[in-house]
């Protein structure tokens, strides 16, 4: 079994940048020498922290994980249309679906089964705009 610490840091783990975790530290934020690109999470981190929520029986915390690495490869605008679009009352069935649709094109297919599935939820609980 993983060490549940070796998820996040240690050796090997690295941020989108590039960086090594290692070196995202307060005294380098100071230096001007880490970003904002610095500091986001990078997918093989998101998918190594689901295989440990599967290895302790967290099948859900591991799908949102797996869904949470499929974001990273877009950008925040996108991100957060999608969330937008997710809020109850502000997108038709058809829109979600079209959405989702535009997700799976992208290669993401367990957020476009989620928005899928959102579509179809919203519609049968009058949540839709």
Same mark, same amino acid.
């Given at each position: 079994?993983?060490?549940?610490?070796?998820?996040?840091?240690?050796?090997?783990?690295?941020?989108?940048?590039?960086?090594?975790?290692?070196?995202?530290?307060? !005294? *380098?934020? /100071?230096? @001007?020498?880490?970003?904002?690109?610095? %500091?986001?999470?990078?997918?093989?981190? #998101?998918?190594? =922290?689901?295989?440990?929520?599967?290895?302790?029986?967290?099948?859900?915390?591991?799908?949102?994980?797996?869904?949470?690495?499929?974001?990273?490869?877009?950008?925040?605008?996108?991100?957060?249309?999608?969330? !937008? *679009?997710? /809020?109850? @009352?502000?997108?038709?069935?058809?829109? %979600?679906?079209?959405?989702?649709?535009? #997700?799976?094109? =992208?290669?993401?297919?367990?957020?476009?089964?989620?928005?899928?599935?959102?579509?179809?939820?919203?519609?049968?609980?009058?949540?839709?705009?």
């Amino acid at each position: 079994m993983t060490d549940d610490t070796s998820v996040t840091s240690g050796p090997g783990v690295r941020a989108l940048s590039g960086k090594a975790v290692e070196q995202l530290t307060v !005294e *380098a934020v /100071r230096a @001007g020498e880490v970003g904002v690109a610095d %500091l986001r999470i990078h997918h093989e981190t #998101l998918e190594r =922290q689901a295989v440990v929520a599967e290895q302790h029986g967290n099948t859900q915390l591991a799908e949102n994980l797996r869904r949470a690495a499929e974001l990273t490869r877009l950008p925040d605008e996108e991100v957060l249309a999608i969330y !937008e *679009a997710l /809020r109850p @009352g502000r997108s038709t069935p058809g829109q %979600l679906t079209e959405l989702a649709a535009s #997700l799976a094109g =992208q290669g993401l297919p367990r957020c476009a089964a989620l928005l899928t599935e959102a579509a179809e939820v919203y519609a049968r609980r009058g949540l839709s705009a």
